[in-house]
């Protein structure tokens, strides 16, 4: 059942944006590939794209059982996208058609204090859908539930997971930063919408995080209002992917915690 919401803006320039730029950059040593989709093709209201990643924003609920097992669900609505490390919106996304994705997933994570102390885990299940659809909608958070307004949506694709990792970085004042990454299979539902490669790649590489001010705590979890990632294609999985991406966790952590003065302490001081 769908839930109306306040539509949101979504600023690229935002601190979510700038940390997932940072997790992605560790993705690759080397330019990301191009691809090129056809709205069109599935009946959308919208020109050719041509771009190396997508931005999205993030509306998702958290569940948290007290031995750290926890399950994940929400929306991702495509914000616009990248060509070349340039941001860009195409003419009419949003307005005359959009993007989103769904998806759902599992695994587990320490539980420590997330406001005091770092948390790791690993995703065991992840499966979700890329949906296009015309005219304009609104995503959100109504409670504890993820909340969309799209209608007359067409599937463009779907896929599960191959391997993926969370984090949560304590920010100071009672808040933290969650983040994740994933490697995911691509299914097309839809061949005309990805126009290029003529062989579209088979995996999605996607990395998300948020700032504190886009949590919320609620009952047994956490709820995120507007967080930020990005996604990107990849023929096939590669074995050092989760390694660099999970490096890339590393580094944000790392930087809030700076940011906040202070350093990680990975030994007890002599």
């Not at 599992?106 to 790791?120: A, E, K, Q, Y």
């Not at 999985?237 to 906040?260: C, D, H, I, K, N």
Request: proline content about 7%.
């Amino acid at each position: 059942m769908k839930h109306p919401t306040t539509s949101p803006r979504f600023p690229f320039l935002s601190q979510a944006t700038v940390a997932v730029a940072l997790v992605a950059a560790c993705a690759s040593a080397s330019a990301l590939p191009q691809f090129t989709f056809d709205p069109a093709a599935a009946g959308l209201l919208g020109t050719n794209i041509t771009a190396d990643n997508i931005l999205v924003s993030s509306f998702m609920t958290v569940s948290v059982d007290p031995s750290g097992n926890f399950t994940q669900s929400g929306y991702l609505p495509i914000t616009g996208f990248q060509l070349g490390g340039s941001s860009f919106t195409p003419a009419g996304l949003n307005t005359d058609y959009g993007m989103y994705i769904a998806f759902t997933g599992s695994g587990t994570i320490s539980v420590n204090d997330p406001t005091t102390t770092l948390n790791f885990g690993n995703l065991s299940s992840l499966s979700y859908t890329l949906y296009g659809y015309n005219g304009s909608a609104s995503f959100g958070v109504s409670g504890a539930t993820p909340t969309e307004t799209a209608s007359g949506e067409v599937a463009l694709a779907h896929g599960s997971l191959v391997s993926g990792t969370v984090l949560t970085v304590p920010a100071g004042g009672g808040g933290f930063s969650p983040s994740a990454n994933a490697t995911l299979t691509l299914s097309v539902d839809n061949a005309g919408f990805f126009m290029s490669p003529s062989a579209f790649y088979g995996s999605v590489l996607t990395a998300f995080t948020s700032t504190p001010s886009q949590v919320e705590p609620v009952a047994g979890g956490f709820v995120v209002r507007q967080g930020g990632g990005s996604l990107n294609f990849a023929p096939v999985p590669e074995p050092s992917t989760t390694a660099m991406l999970m490096g890339g966790l590393f580094a944000v952590g790392f930087l809030y915690r700076r940011r906040q003065g202070r350093w990680l302490r990975l030994a007890p001081a002599p």
